[in-house]
């Protein structure tokens, strides 16, 4: 009598179809759990304010001024910062500028130190629960206030509101699409920036279409017509340089594209501070916010 190969075992059959289903079910089930997790910590993870420490107190600059946006949580604090040379009688050009979701308002001196001496003035909007600031920080408050700082700024009698931009740093980018949705700035200028939170998960695996948060800064620039500066450095471990050429890419004959040889937190390095520098200036010459050095 010849024995019936296992492949043709009922009971073989049946027993690894089980172990094939309880498998295909764990796999399932765990894969949603981790999905899960990650929408629920998503905004922890996006604005992570416990990294960014407690505030020095210290201003940015010794003109800086704190100012404040109402919100539904309390007042959020920033700095207001004078360009040289402006006043109320002879308001210049201004920025709004977002920074990282690790890092805090009081800390730009370096940002200040870029452009006030082009006769800017700089807004340095925080965020909520930054620095002991109360409320929590999320897309959806980042959209209000966002609105709020710029409207602030744009009210500021050393302003001229129609030479305002808005620059964003890494998830302070985010943060700057979130206000090309619902105000027009004559500039936009976005460094280590990612083009949706959908890029950035997908490449852990993850579908970013069930994500609590989107920010598609992709769409948002796309639908800007105005001079747009996109710096990136070549080297960001976090947000691939790809982001920032897919960036410029959909801006197109407006955008600047900037490369720097630098990870994502050391954008600019020393040795190319003044490259920088020179890359601001240029933006702002260019969108007719400043007059070439020669003309002022």
Request: a negative charge; charged letters at 20%; hydrophobic letters at 45%.
């Amino acid at each position: 009598m010849v024995d019936e190969p296992a492949s043709r075992d009922p009971k073989r059959r049946r027993a690894g179809r089980r172990l094939l289903t309880i498998a295909l079910v764990t796999l399932v089930v765990g894969y949603a759990g981790i999905v899960g997790v990650a929408c629920v910590i998503q905004d922890r993870v996006l604005f992570p304010a416990w990294a960014a420490g407690m505030p020095s107190r210290v201003p940015p600059h010794e003109a800086a001024e704190r100012v404040a946006i109402d919100t539904q949580a309390g007042a959020i604090e920033g700095w207001f910062v004078p360009g040289e040379g402006v006043s109320e009688e002879m308001p210049g050009a201004g920025v709004v500028f977002f920074h990282g979701n690790a890092e805090l308002a009081d800390d730009q001196a370096w940002i200040v130190s870029v452009y006030r001496p082009l006769g800017v003035s700089v807004l340095l909007a925080e965020y909520r629960g930054y620095g002991g600031q109360p409320g929590k920080p999320s897309e959806a408050t980042i959209t209000t206030d966002t609105a709020a700082w710029y409207d602030l700024m744009m009210a500021r009698p050393e302003v001229d509101a129609a030479r305002l931009a808005v620059h964003g740093r890494s998830i302070g980018g985010a943060a700057t699409g979130r206000l090309l949705t619902q105000r027009e700035p004559a500039a936009v200028a976005v460094e280590s920036t990612m083009t949706s939170i959908a890029a950035m998960i997908w490449r852990f695996g993850l579908p970013g279409t069930i994500m609590p948060s989107t920010f598609r800064t992709d769409r948002a620039i796309a639908g800007y017509n105005g001079p747009v500066l996109i710096m990136h450095g070549r080297d960001d471990e976090l947000i691939p340089f790809s982001h920032g050429q897919e960036l410029a890419e959909i801006v197109g004959d407006q955008a600047e594209f900037v490369a720097f040889d630098a990870t994502h937190n050391t954008l600019p390095s020393r040795e190319q501070a003044d490259r920088y520098r020179a890359s601001v200036e240029s933006w702002l010459i260019r969108a007719g916010l400043i007059d070439p050095v020669e003309d002022r």
